[in-house]
Each structure stands twice: as C-alpha cells, then as structure tokens.
C-alpha cells in the first residue's frame, strides 16, 4: 500500500505559491542547510523528539536517553506515557487518498483566493510515488497544485511530479558546485541539470532564493545566479527569501549546533540592490514571495 509520511500539514499558508493554501511537508531530505526552517525534516524516519523544554524528568527516561534529543526507535506508547508532552512524534504515515480528503476541506478558500495546495518538505523528491499521487488526485479534482522543491533528485521522479503540478517553487542557493556541497551537504550539478530540464517541459516555474547573510548573499554569487536564471528560457520569476532565524529554536530543542548564531536578517537596503540584479536582467523579482 503506498504510503507517505508527512511531518505537518499547514493550512491558511499566504508563502508557498498564489493565493491561500495549504502546505504539507514530507519527511526527508537530503540536503543539509545550515539556516533550514524545519530541521525535524531532513531525517526520512519517523522519529520522537524530546523537548528539553518540557521534560521534568519524571524517571521513566534513562539519563543515557535524556542525553538524546532524538529517539530513533520510536514507541507510541513513550508518547502516551510521558506525562508533560515532552514525547512527540515527527512523521505520520498517510495514504493519499486521506490525505487528499483532508486538504479538500479548505477547498473553498482556494477558490476563493486563487490558491490551492502546495507539496513541500523536507524534499518531495524522497518520497516521489507518494507526493505524485496526491498531486494527481487534486489536480484531478480541479485544485491548483504546487510543488516546493530544491530540484535535488532524479530526473524522472521530478519529471513524474511536476506533470501534475500547475506551479514549480525550485530552490537555488549557491552557483559555485564547491560552495554549494559546503553549505548544503550535495553539489548543485543535479539541481541545475534539472532545472535546465524541467524548464523545457514545465511552463509555470517560480526560482526561490533563500538570501543567507555570509553565505550566498554576495555579488559574484548573485550575479551568477541571475545570469544562470536569464539563461533558462522561459523562467521569468524569482523570489528573494530574506534570511531569517525562525530554524534556530528548533535546531536547540533537538540539540543539534546552529552554525548560522549570530546572524541577523539581510538589511532592506542590501535586499534592493539584489533584487536590482535579478531586475536587471528581466525578471520580474519579489523581496519575500509572490502573493
Ligand atoms: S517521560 Fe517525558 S517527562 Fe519523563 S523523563 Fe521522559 S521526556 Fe522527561
Ligand atoms: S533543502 Fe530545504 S528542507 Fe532540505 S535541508 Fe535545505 S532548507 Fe531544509
């Protein structure tokens, strides 16, 4: 039975493509980004997480076990048994089919609004079967459909997905392959590949760029982005996505290091001049995302 496992399902999102949404993360991803918003993503496991914050240290968890904020081999019965909430679990398996049933409940503010479903993660691609199900299924039920990706995985997979998808959210973050491995984990080879690719089959594509101060927020990498993008016939649109630090208190809460401490939002100022850049060259460029 084919099965998707989804971290959170977001409904009334206003960020993740046109109009009033609803959003549904998928688990996994096989990047690593230092300023990632939703770290509790990136393992493709269900997985328990024990919030420090909350946990009284009732006894039923050895100290060994309190030392970890993960807890691979997830129980359910850990969850019911811990008595402030501290056990949660990240990750449910859903087939879609209810899956779908359960985003058409806000069909009518799609309608009204112009907005629909987006599939995000974590990386769809991970689980492809799965997130091109769903996508076919609302697409079938006249909803518009937006896949949220950072293009790193096969090509038929995103080819299979982006069939069903009305719009295409694709992530770049660094133009140069050695920086783009130091700060994600990958090279960026696939990702540009595939969207040179994508661009010949899909006709609605929106370019997303993460602007992360000390990172990627350079000249030469910018310029390399907006030539890159120029280059790509038929991809007219780019979102410039300031830094901010909202993965920070999530980072803590699983006891993972944030690299980027310290980092403050790109000043409005600094936002301009890159917009200008991406302007400059023709495309039509937004500071924080198309409505
Ligand atoms: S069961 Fe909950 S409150 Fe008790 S030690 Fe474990 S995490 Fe802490
Ligand atoms: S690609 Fe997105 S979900 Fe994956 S680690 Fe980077 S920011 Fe997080």
Redesign the pocket.
């Known amino acids: 039975m084919l099965t998707g496992l989804v971290f959170n399902v977001q409904r009334f999102s206003t960020h993740d493509g046109p109009g009033v949404r609803t959003t549904v993360f998928m688990k996994g ?1 096989p ?3 230092a ?4 770290p509790e ?2 393992s493709a496991s269900p997985e328990l997480v024990r919030l420090r914050h909350l946990c009284m240290s009732c006894g039923r968890c050895t100290e060994d076990e309190l030392d970890s904020p993960v807890v691979i081999d997830r129980n359910e019965d850990d969850v019911e048994a811990c008595p402030t909430g501290a056990l949660q679990g990240v990750g449910e398996r859903i087939e879609p089919l209810a899956l779908v049933t359960s985003v058409l409940r806000d069909r009518i503010f799609f309608d009204e609004s112009g907005g629909g479903v987006t599939i995000s ?3 769809p691609l991970v689980q492809a079967a799965f997130v091109t199900e769903v996508l076919r299924r609302l697409r079938a039920e006249g909803v518009h459909t937006a896949l949220d990706t ?1 293009g790193f995985g096969r090509w038929p997979d995103l080819r299979g997905a982006a069939e069903h998808a009305s719009l295409v959210l694709y ?1 770049l973050k660094l133009m140069d392959p050695a920086r783009h491995k130091a700060a ?1 984990g990958v090279s960026n080879d696939v990702i540009l590949d595939n969207l040179r690719a994508l661009a010949g089959v899909h006709p609605a594509i929106w370019i997303r760029i993460p602007v992360i101060p000390g990172v990627n927020d350079d000249d030469a990498n910018i310029e390399a982005a907006a030539d890159f993008v120029r280059s790509v016939p038929g991809i007219r649109q780019v979102d410039l996505l300031p830094y901010h630090p909202t993965g920070e208190a999530k980072f803590a809460r699983l006891g993972l290091d944030y690299a980027l401490h310290g980092t403050t939002p790109p000043e409005q100022g600094r936002l301009d001049t890159l917009a200008a850049t991406f302007r400059d060259r023709g495309l039509l460029t937004t500071i924080g995302g198309h409505a």
């Open positions: 991803c990047l690593c980004c300023w990632c918003h939703n993503s990136q993660g974590g990386e950072c992530d994600t």
